[in-house]
């Protein structure tokens, strides 16, 4: 079935179903976090967790080829927490455990889901990073990053790249209103994601 990836980068994804290693890993990297998370949440234990990750990395590589876009059709996000729960599920029923709370194994967590969510955040700010840096010269990017993400002082961000304080609150004004504008395209896209906006206010 073919699926709408929204919020996830849609030439990585293209490149994964064209058999690209390097956009494998890049995609593992990218997403492994995500299953870690939710692993940990269930109270798997650590030695296990990796192992969760790599099974739902390989249940989803064995269906990468089928890849087409749909705007009418689920999400990856909706189709990727599918594969993660379901490998979550088969993980407490193979070894006949009870789950940490003593539910069924397949009974909805409102807190996973909340978790899930969160995590999917932060992929898509990732996301959001590169976009914002593809669309600036490396001089306005380094100077956000410096000064707006990393908090350094101004007079030192200025000193170190060699141009006035005026230049790097300019490139930080520019930034923040590329990213506010970035970000509400993707919370029209995914409006669950609900991604932060006031800290780019301009």
């Not at 789950?99 to 409102?110: F, L, Q, R």
Request: aromatic residues 12%.
């Amino acid at each position: 079935m073919p699926l709408k990836y929204p919020t996830t980068s849609r030439t990585l994804l293209e490149k994964i179903s064209s058999g690209d290693e390097i956009s494998w890993d890049e995609f593992y990297s990218r997403y492994a976090p995500v299953i870690q998370a939710l692993a940990k949440y269930r109270e798997i234990p650590e030695s296990d967790v990796e192992d969760i990750c790599q099974q739902v990395m390989i249940q989803f590589f064995k269906q990468s080829r089928s890849f087409r876009f749909d705007p009418d059709l689920a999400r990856f996000r909706t189709y990727f927490g599918r594969i993660i729960n379901a490998k979550i599920i088969d993980y407490f029923r193979e070894r006949r455990v009870q789950t940490p709370d003593h539910s069924e194994p397949g009974i909805a967590d409102p807190g996973i889901e909340q978790l899930f969510i969160g995590e999917w955040r932060k992929v898509v700010l990732k996301d959001a990073e590169q976009k914002l840096k593809n669309r600036v010269s490396p001089e306005t990017y380094q100077a956000y990053e410096l000064y707006a993400v990393q908090e350094r002082p101004v007079e030192k961000v200025a000193a170190y790249l060699d141009c006035s304080v005026n230049q790097v609150y300019q490139a930080k004004k520019r930034c923040f209103a590329i990213m506010k504008e970035i970000l509400l395209e993707m919370n029209n896209e995914d409006p669950e994601l609900q991604l932060e906006l006031s800290k780019y206010g301009v």
